[in-house]
């Protein structure tokens, strides 16, 4: 089944419970708010981002516990993806950017330009990551 067949929320669920399958991460999904018809562009950045950061999480992280947090609002959905992993500083991000783009983080970032949406990524070393992504109302519409 495809992401236009299952939408969102039921494709992003669907690979959370594989992930709590294959690793020791004990993870949580939430949704809040209504699900709603977003572009597909839009549906496919937001598929796309959530699923490279749960692979970061599990290559990764060294976590514990993880959670993916998607709101549908009415002015914009948020999806944010976090642990309470073994984190990265900004300054090993800098001066590790290619070992970091292997990891995703520049893929993330190029598909969030591409919708027009904003990508933050905070990481604290052993405090984890918090990956935010805001998608706009009028980025998202179908």
Request: charged share 25%; aromatic share 6%.
């Amino acid at each position: 089944m495809s992401l236009q067949d299952l939408g969102l929320v039921a494709t992003i669920k669907r690979v959370v419970d594989s992930m709590k399958q294959m690793s020791q991460i004990n993870l949580r999904f939430i949704v809040e708010g209504e699900e709603r018809p977003l572009d597909q562009d839009v549906t496919l950045a937001i598929f796309r981002i959530a699923q490279e950061a749960l692979t970061n999480m599990k290559k990764y992280s060294e976590a514990h516990s993880g959670w993916v947090h998607l709101k549908f609002m009415e002015d914009k959905v948020i999806l944010i993806v976090e642990d309470d992993g073994i984190g990265f500083s900004n300054q090993q991000l800098l001066m590790n950017q290619k070992k970091y783009s292997s990891y995703g983080l520049l893929g993330m970032q190029e598909r969030a330009d591409d919708i027009r949406a904003e990508l933050e990524i905070r990481s604290v070393p052993n405090e984890g990551v918090k990956i935010v992504l805001n998608v706009p109302a009028e980025s998202a519409a179908r």
